[in-house]
């Protein structure tokens, strides 16, 4: 599963556009499709001007990313017309973009912010509790000084 990098940027695109969804958040209440026009990562794939060796390419990188089975291509008089992800293969992109999935990513940033806010309470608590040795220290002095005083 050796995929080149323009490959991956429909990959990529995908997944973003899925990680975006009210689907990936569970909130969905009808079955979404996540699509691309081929001119989101090959930007002259609709020109008349673009080179045909460069487009054959292309149309040959997407054949091989739909025989693997991770995208369904559209075609519309004899062009590609949409790149559809499909919804079963979500954990073959995270593996071949060898990336971590959002939620996940966002779990271990708030235990990150948990252990921090843990480590300032504990301080907290340790400058409070000085604080009170500091001001019961000072109501000591401040007793024993009117003490004097008053002989």
Do not use: C, H
């Given at each position: ?65 739909e ?24 954990d ?24 921090y ?35």
């Amino acid at each position: 599963m050796g995929y080149n990098a323009v490959q991956k940027q429909v990959l990529e695109a995908l997944l973003d556009q899925y990680e975006r969804s009210k689907t990936y958040q569970g909130e969905n209440k009808v079955i979404q499709s996540f699509q691309i026009p081929p001119e989101k990562v090959f930007p002259d794939y609709a020109s008349d001007y673009a080179d045909m060796d460069q487009i054959r390419d292309f149309e040959a990188w997407m054949r091989e990313l739909e025989q693997d089975g991770l995208i369904t291509i559209r075609y519309g008089s004899g062009e590609i017309r949409k790149l559809t992800a499909d919804p079963e293969s979500w954990d073959l992109y995270y593996e071949v973009l060898q990336r971590r999935d959002k939620l996940s990513l966002q779990q271990d940033q708030i235990m990150l912010y948990q252990r921090y806010l843990g480590m300032r309470t504990r301080r907290m608590k340790k400058w409070i509790l000085r604080q009170m040795e500091t001001k019961a220290q000072m109501k000591m002095w401040m007793w024993q000084t009117q003490k004097i005083q008053k002989l």
